[in-house]
């Protein structure tokens, strides 16, 4: 299938497919004499492996030990697991991190009850020094 199909069938546009290919995330397809890429049924499973990964905020290089350690179906999950947990802790660590920010714009929310900018309890306290 040319690139325009293989981007409709998995839902990623075309130049992110490039982009793909250009940091080795995906192996480059077969051209024809054209210079159209070709790809196989394999390179869509793997390209939405990649976006499936990119949807959990998967980073980049860790995904492309994902698709190396796939090449070894015999090997230990060890990477796998590694690389999820640690993904998992960053979403923790940012909720954390939401949860404070929250907190610190519903606090400015509700800390103006000014009508005029120059009386304004929020850009006076964005503009204070901690």
């Known amino acids: 299938m040319k690139i325009s199909q293989l981007a409709q069938a998995t ?12 940091i080795g995330l995906l192996t480059p397809p077969s051209r024809g004499e054209n210079g159209y890429r070709y790809y196989r049924a394999r390179d869509a499973e793997m390209l939405i492996f990649i976006r499936r990964c990119r949807e959990l905020n998967i980073p980049i290089q ?15 999950c060890a990477t796998v697991d590694f ?31 000014s009508e005029q900018i120059q009386d304004c309890c929020i850009l006076q306290s964005l503009m204070t020094v901690e």
């Open 83 to 113: 690389i999820i947990a640690e993904q998992l802790q960053r979403v923790r660590q940012m909720q954390q991190e939401l949860n404070q920010l929250e907190r610190t714009l519903n606090s400015l929310v509700t800390s103006c009850s």
């Open 62 to 76: 860790d995904i492309k030990q994902l698709v190396q350690v796939q090449q070894n179906p015999e090997a230990s």
């Open 11 to 22: 839902k990623v546009p075309a130049k992110t497919i490039r982009y793909y290919e250009s």
